[in-house]
């Protein structure tokens, strides 16, 4: 079982969505984040005094799957949210050592899906 | 010197048209800023009250230098019947009312041109509330994807090239929509039809946002706010037109609170009808509709006539944003069109069947028994929307072909408030 993490621009997450759907991956997880990479965040001006370094709105992606989805979860991230310019994101792939069906109380592979 | 007595000026007129220009400005700002800047997606909320509050301040400088001579000063010759001279450029002897200034002329009399009883300055301020509502209301169209530096001249040169010649034709003594005898009680045509018309060639022009055409609702209490002081600045707007502060104004402000009453409950009930639930921004939309709709018909119309127009605006409105518009696909992100075009020809149109004599002797529509008033209503209609449609995109392509009028992608992707402005409205931590 892996966790796929994966950070991308809020206007690609309905793209990245419609193809994670495709991909018959189904359960996922969304939250708002700050944050920048090699993509600088903007400056900001209070009265006339910059504030630098300033952070990006992200939203990060959280899927757990079983082996046979890593590639396509991986794939169906790249094509909803690449561009092609700095800022696109990253994903980031974990090993996930257990997972639990809270209404069942399932363990591992059968409580993932 | 005359041999006509000169006016006499009424407190209690001044007082009101005063304090109805005041009720116009607050419809501006906060009112419209705060219901179309709930409407957009939260990176793009400031850039929103930017505009509006920037209208604001531009079009009140321009008004005073020029916009006032253009639209309301008297015109020369042919081209007069389109647009005013420059006789009261910077205001010149558009002064507060003082006898030794009183021509024999009191049409042109530049003391106390319009409203025979409280000064032509105090008809000004009433009227530049109105010029800055205006191309602020245009800003609905073109949310979230204009560059802020395209949208100040978009603002200047739309003012002066089309806002001015427009009401200089309905309202001013000599305009050409005035001498048919066009009722506009408070701006219908003149305001109303004439932004949405242009939201429209904006949208057009433009194209869709990246990656939407749907609002990004992000603030819907905003919304009502807004809303809110969108109705009750337009007592100002409606009542403050009769530019005095008698019977005729009660009238306006009645027709204008039932009229608007009676739209925010049809534009729900049409929901309730068509979605399965009835919405807060429905409900203002609704509101909206009906302040747009009963506008020119404010001070022509009884109880009665602003029922009619309140509840169908709604209907006709909704039908539009909610079935039309997807169809066609334009992407006029806040219904700038969908509401204010619509809601202001029916408005436009509905004066030329209900106005009664009974309420205002200056007009009479068909169901009084006055047959021509509906086609006199509807060529009105025509002119202004004809005219600004073009002239709006030809403002449009000059800009753009000189300076721009998009934002870049990337920039319309991070948002407007962060690439025009360098300032977001919200923060997710501290």
């Known amino acids: 079982m892996k966790l796929v993490i994966a950070i991308v621009q809020p206007y690609k997450l309905d793209d990245v969505k419609q193809e994670l759907y495709a991909a018959n991956v189904n359960l996922i997880t969304v939250s708002e984040v700050l944050g920048h990479g090699r993509q600088v965040g903007v400056d900001e001006y209070y009265r006339g005094v910059k504030e630098t370094g300033n952070l990006l709105r992200k939203v990060q992606i959280e899927i757990a799957v079983n082996e046979d989805f890593v590639e396509p979860t991986i794939k169906a991230i790249i094509k909803g949210a690449r561009t092609g310019k700095i800022g696109d994101g990253k994903i980031f792939v974990l090993d996930l050592p257990r997972c639990i069906r809270i209404r069942t109380g399932e363990e591992g592979s059968k409580a993932i899906g | ?430």
């Open chain 2, 1 to 430: 010197m005359g041999t006509t007595p000169a006016p006499q000026l009424n407190d209690g007129d001044i007082s009101w048209v005063l304090a109805s220009s005041a009720l116009v400005l607050a419809m501006t700002a906060p009112g419209l800023a705060l219901f179309y800047g709930g409407m957009v997606r939260r990176k793009n909320v400031n850039s929103i009250l930017m505009q509006c509050f920037m209208c604001l301040a531009i079009v009140s400088v321009l008004w005073v230098v020029i916009g006032y001579s253009l639209a309301f000063g008297p015109g020369h010759g042919w081209l007069g019947q389109f647009v005013g001279g420059l006789d009261w450029f910077m205001l010149h002897n558009v002064s507060m009312y003082t006898p030794e200034h009183w021509t024999s002329d009191p049409k042109w009399d530049p003391t106390t041109s319009y409203g025979s009883t409280v000064p032509n300055q105090c008809y000004m301020i009433f009227q530049c509330m109105f010029a800055v509502i205006t191309p602020a209301l245009v800003i609905g169209s073109f949310a979230e994807r204009v560059k802020f530096s395209a949208w100040v001249w978009f603002t200047v040169l739309w003012l002066l090239v089309v806002y001015c010649p427009v009401a200089h034709m309905v309202w001013s003594h000599d305009g050409i929509e005035n001498h048919w005898g066009v009722l506009d009680f408070a701006g219908g045509t003149v305001v109303h039809m004439n932004a949405g018309i242009a939201g429209l060639a904006t949208a057009l022009y433009l194209g869709k946002r990246l990656g939407t055409d749907k609002p990004g609702m992000h603030n819907v209490p905003f919304v009502m706010i807004g809303a809110s002081l969108l109705w009750f600045g337009w007592f100002g707007f409606n009542a403050g037109s009769a530019i005095s502060a008698g019977a005729l104004a009660t009238s306006a402000f009645v027709v204008t609170n039932t009229a608007t009453a009676a739209a925010a409950i049809s534009w729900a009930a049409c929901e309730w009808i068509f979605t399965g639930k009835p919405t807060l921004v429905g409900a203002c939309s609704g509101a909206v509709a009906g302040l747009v709709a009963i506008t020119p018909a404010s001070g022509f119309v009884d109880v009665g006539g602003s029922l009619w127009i309140g509840f169908l605006v709604s209907v006709f409105c909704y039908c539009m944003v909610a079935f039309v518009k997807p169809k066609f696909g334009y992407d006029d992100t806040l219904d700038a069109f969908g509401v204010h075009y619509i809601g202001g020809l029916w408005g436009a149109l509905a004066t030329g069947l209900f106005a009664v004599k009974v309420v205002n002797s200056a007009g009479s529509g068909v169901f009084d028994g006055n047959a021509g008033q509906f086609m006199t209503q509807a060529k009105g209609c025509a002119v202004t929307t004809i005219y600004t449609f073009i002239v709006t995109l030809i403002i449009c392509f000059i800009i753009d072909k000189t300076i721009g009028m998009r934002a870049s992608a990337e920039d319309e992707v991070i948002g407007l408030d962060l690439s025009q402005h360098h300032e977001r409205a919200y923060t997710i931590l501290d």
